[in-house]
């Protein structure tokens, strides 16, 4: 009796295809389309995608995520200042929106609709006659004041900053821990500026939160074993410029100033087990105080 000869082996992806080649993890056979080069081999698409869903993602020394190296928040920062001054130019319908206003020798531009209505205010009669603030109820301007600007010169100053200081930040923070930072910082100032300007005095600008970048660098730098002589000068020269300078809000900087530090201290030095709960624990006590001196502030005003 004679015996059949051997069947080739085929792929278990394509049974009409005969092939020789197994996959170095599963041992299956697999055809040239199947085939995915490994460090030894090749193996099959399902190993393949399996090895991927079991390799950890790479983080950054505070638990981000690497994409923060492309810098896609401070980007889009950017983008958004840019354009909300863009529509409180189109606002002012031919006024001193873009330069011609006080400031930096009248080069700060003045106030417009937009800026009127998205800018730090307490308690003050608005130009249609209402009566409008944060005590008022609008809350919104505690967030929108850091995204717009009393002209050009003031949006290039502050955006110039976040250029250089939100790619550093967010290359090694993530962009989630970046953006808490930069929104949480911005808000604190915000609050530091209703807490403790007139209550009919308006503040804006993205200055709050570049002070918060500036001391959160220095912390973060540090913190990392890198030399942070060189920040210091420059963070020197814009408190000078912001106690010298008049028009400038001293409490809104020197408020994203504190409020950067303090949350730029939980991200680096959250514990590394409980890295997560812990930065964002920190980060809502945080936002809660600043909410509740706000919420005092209001109170005081309209007693």
Known sequence: MSESPPTAPVCYRHPGRETYVRCTRCDRPICPDCMREASVGHQCPECVNEGRRSVRPARTAF????AGRHGYVTKALIALNVLLMVLSIASDRGGDAAVGGSGFGGLM?????????????????????????IAEGQWYRLVTAMFLHYGVIHLLLNMWALWVLGRSLEANLGRVRFAALY?????????????????NATTAGASTAIFGLFAALLIIERKMGRDISQIIPILVINLVFTLAVP?????????????????ALV???APRGRRTLVQVTGGAIILLILLALAFFRSTALLG
Do not use: E, K, Q
């Not at 638990?63 to 690497?66: L, N, R, Y």
């Not at 020197?254 to 949350?263: E, P």
């Open 247 to 263: 028009g400038i809000s001293i409490p809104g900087h020197l408020g994203g100033l504190v409020v950067g530090a303090l949350m």
């Open 267 to 269: 991200l680096a030095y």
């Open 183 to 199: 929104l949480i910082a911005g808000f604190g100032g915000n609050v530091a500026a209703y807490l403790f300007s007139a209550r």
């Open 109 to 133: 531009g003045g106030s417009t609709p937009l800026t009127n209505w998205g800018s730090v205010l307490g308690l003050a009669v608005l130009p249609d006659g209402t009566l409008g603030g």
């Open 63 to 66: 638990g981000g995520g690497t």
